[in-house]
């Protein structure tokens, strides 16, 4: 479920230092909010935090984060901690009126079993209807003592102002690229170029490097991506219906390889403003980056990265597949 036995505290959140340092602060002086929003995008932590600061404030030892061994601990490691619910929903796409009121509204005025809170987490707030917020709106303004809410939202400013205003929201940021790269090499023994390249890959969000790490097939694909790139400035139009094929039979993985195209092209952009090879992610193809800087201007590059935001704008918006792929190739090739 959370595998929180890989984890040792509030430290295994990589970044978010102002987020930790504020829960750690409101657990030791008892200062806790009985509704919170933790808002930013899906893999930055929010779950894996909110877990923590459940835990830390059950927690029967009195340390400066939970302590991982006591009983209170080990039944949320187990994810059977009775004073800590996790609000479920069988419709993927909303969370409704009756979700919360059988998980939440009604059970919330039942005393804890085991501990001085009661912790609910609702995970995907932003799917709760607004009937269901409605719902939940008594229980977030006038709680018993002992109830905390964590809304967890990858968009906070979904949720109905009445919501919003009752909450405190900590807002998740982006990891530094450093720190997910050294996450990696360190928990789950990445290679050191590897992690480079799953960090800058992810962008600050620590879920999606480490689903890159453990994927099989993602260094492939970044092969792949790279090779394409590499060619890209030269294709003929026998080498574009190739790379055309190629992309459809890889149509599900297509926003991975977009994220790839920018990573490389990134490179492309900061060799050629600054000649230095140290902070390029992919040092290992520095021949063809500086082939590649040699005969594309800075307007170029940039309208290349620019093309492939607005392919992954486009696929989102389920337009022709072949048709978005086509023109970002073509623009590719020109720039």
Known sequence: MRELEKFMGFDQVVGQEDLKGHLRSAVRSGNISHAYIFGGEDGVGKSLLATLFAMDLLCEEDGDEPCMTCPSCAKAISGNHPDIIYVTHEKPASI??????????????IRPYESDYKIYIIDEAEKLTPSAQNAMLKTIEEPPEYVVVILLAENPDILLPTILSRCVTLNFKPAADEE????????????????????????????????????ADFMHMTQDAVRLMKTSKKMDSLDLIDAMKFMSAEKQKVFGYLDIFSMWFR?????????????????????AIKDRAAVSSYEGIETILAA????????RANVNFDLVIELLFLTIREN
């Open 267 to 287: 490179d492309v952009l900061l060799f050629k403003a600054t000649r230095e090879i140290d902070n390029l992610v992919f040092k290992d193809e520095i021949n």
């Open 180 to 215: 997910v790269k050294e996450y990696l090499m360190q928990n789950l023994h990445v290679p050191d170029y590897q992690a480079e390249i799953e960090a800058s890959y992810a962008q600050g969000n620590v879920g999606k490097a480490i689903r890159a790490a453990e994927s």
């Open 96 to 109: 409704g009126v009756d979700d919360i009121r059988d998980q939440l509204v009604n059970t919330a005025e």
């Open 308 to 315: 492939i935001e607005t392919a992954a704008t486009r696929l």
